[in-house]
């Protein structure tokens, strides 16, 4: 069998499809197909090697547009003659051909790469790739709903909490803690956080009879997480300031966002 003009490989095809590769590869009439060479077929020569370094110019940062150092008609190959295009990938990933790209936000927490390609008609294809850069990840964004600044105690509140890492929703887990000092004695419920959109229970919910009640609920990307809380109780004070935090932990499925936390103050009154 020859590598006819007519000769494509179906990884090709499904590239080009995707529009990650600029052009099908050079069919060669007289060149032996590299997966079933055949006789009376011409092998290829040896890839070429590459005598320029592969080098990334630019802050690897969302926003930012990273470019490669040597511009591709002047990359120089062990072999002359030898075409040079530029691809970048991220992670295993390929995004885009050509000699710079512009960071996205949905890059942001993974290893950004250069790879110069050579082709030359005769020979096999050649690749350098550059060191990875790392981008870094975003702080997320925790957009809290339904949490007045003024609380009455022993009253229930719903509370809905949406996170993105820049442009990306994301999965992980949001941790809720109420914290405040509920009487002169310390002895008073500092409140309830629960998961449920029902109505608000010492039993159906985590508290603490002492100065802090903490829960941990999931976050699913592009849902709103809901849950609720409960005025704290004050046996003697008329008057209580506590302190709710939520803290966003992404999962390993999403690198683009860090650890986050959003503190607010709260007063609670009778």
């Given amino acids: 069998m020859k590598w006819t003009s007519k000769f494509i490989s179906l990884a090709a095809v499904t590239a080009l499809s995707a529009g990650l590769l600029m052009s099908a590869p050079a069919a060669h009439a007289d060149y032996c197909d590299p997966a079933a060479p055949a006789e009376g077929c011409t092998p290829l020569e040896a890839a070429p090697k590459a005598k320029s370094k592969v080098t990334i110019v630019g802050t690897a940062k969302v ?26 990938y991220v992670g295993d990933q390929l995004v885009k051909n050509g000699a710079s790209y512009k960071i996205k936000a949905k890059d942001a927490g993974q290893k950004i790469k250069l790879v110069a390609v050579g082709t030359k008609e005769g020979y096999n294809t050649a690749t350098k790739a550059s060191s990875k850069k790392k981008i870094p990840a975003l702080s997320a964004t925790i957009k809290i ?23 990306v929703k994301v999965d992980g887990s949001i941790t809720i803690t109420f914290k405040g000092r509920g009487n002169t004695r310390g002895s008073g419920n500092v409140g309830y956080a629960c998961t449920s959109k029902t109505p608000l229970t010492e039993d159906e919910c985590m508290g603490s009879a002492t100065n802090t009640s903490k829960v941990s609920i999931p976050v699913v990307a592009g849902k709103t997480t809901y849950y609720g809380i409960t005025g704290l109780n004050s046996y003697t004070s008329s008057k209580v300031t506590a302190k709710y935090t939520v ?24």
Avoid at 145 to 164: D, E, F, H, R, W
């Fill in 63 to 88: 926003g930012k547009t990273l470019k490669a150092k040597v511009a591709a008609k002047k990359f120089k190959w062990n072999v002359k003659k030898v075409s040079t295009s530029y691809q970048w």
């Fill in 145 to 167: 709903s339904g949490l007045p600044k003024n609380m009455k105690m022993q009253t229930n509140y719903y509370i809905s909490a949406t996170v993105k890492a820049g442009n």
């Fill in 247 to 270: 803290t966003f932990k992404p999962a390993k499925t999403s690198p683009q966002a860090k650890k986050t936390s959003v503190t607010k103050n709260v007063t609670v009154k009778r």
